[in-house]
């Protein structure tokens, strides 16, 4: 299938690395106008923007009210009237239940949930305005089966997949649709390297395959029998921002491999 994203522009959010990037590739590759953003006011959108050859970008802390307001007012001043929202900033942080402070619970809500609400609010009525729109949400498959350890970052991301009911609900009649993509591992340089690491510690070998079977044995057990790739990620979101997907509406869809087996 061909996604065609011509004469729609595409915000995705901390896309100056790593998963963000190739979802923002994917897009640009189909047609879409694409602005990068990174949440470090460090000059590293716009560095990513030139690799992709984008001639947007924009910067900004998103679980902060002032570095939002500081990215819409970005957006204003280059003109950028945005089709789709990528919410892809968000991030993850070790606790426990009986180490977990109260600032390391609202630093996880401000991170995962209150970004794309604030950033939804400020790009949801231009949407309107033009009666088409797309928001897809980066979740997790703990948003369906949370551990018990990081319980603030878990809890954090069933709040983004409760807030991606709602908000599809009240657009409705709208032409906007709202989805939550919730991926399992994904295999991205950061989690390889960490993975390694721990292979070489417990004598697993050095072979990337050989790793992951062990991975997949002791952390991350589904049919497939792999991690996903990001490129994997990106082909669905891309896809819930296209035309083809505009029936696809409030829906949290798991890239697990069928690690979590209910219906």
């Known amino acids: 299938m061909q996604l065609t994203f011509d004469n729609r522009t595409a915000l995705v959010s901390g896309s100056d690395r790593n998963t963000g990037y190739i ?15 990174s949440n470090q006011c460090d000059g590293s959108a716009a560095a990513a923007a030139e690799t992709l050859l984008c001639r947007h970008a924009v910067e900004g802390d998103l679980a ?16 950028l009237e945005v089709d789709i929202l990528v919410n892809n900033y968000g991030t993850a942080s070790f606790a426990k239940w009986d180490t977990a402070s109260t600032a390391d619970w609202l630093e996880m809500y ?16 231009g949407m309107k305005r033009r009666n088409w729109g797309r928001i ?5 498959i703990g948003s369906h089966r949370p551990g018990r350890i ?16 709602s908000l599809a609900q009240e657009l409705a009649g709208t032409g906007i649709t ?33 790793i992951e079977q062990h991975i997949v044995a002791e952390d991350f057990p589904n049919p497939v029998g792999r991690l996903a790739s990001r490129e994997e990620v990106a082909a669905l979101v891309a896809f819930l921002c296209s035309e083809q997907a505009g029936f696809i509406n ?3 869809i798991r890239v697990d491999g069928g690690a979590i087996a209910y219906v």
């Open 150 to 165: 990081m319980p603030h970052y878990y809890a954090a991301k069933g709040a983004l997949a409760n807030l991606g009911v």
């Open 178 to 210: 709202v989805n939550t993509v919730s991926p399992g591992l994904i295999r991205t340089p950061e989690l390889e390297a960490g993975y390694r690491a721990k292979a070489q510690k417990r004598g697993w070998g050095e072979d990337w395959q050989q």
């Open 110 to 125: 401000q991170k995962n949930v209150l970004s794309v609400a604030r950033l939804s609010q400020g790009i949801v009525p």
């Open 136 to 140: 897809v949400n980066l979740g997790t």
């Open 64 to 79: 902060t009210e002032a570095g939002c307001e500081a990215v819409l007012a970005q957006l204003a001043e280059q003109a």
């Open 250 to 252: 409030g829906q949290n």
């Open 23 to 37: 979802i923002a590739s994917e897009l640009a590759r189909s047609g879409a106008t694409v602005i990068l953003h």
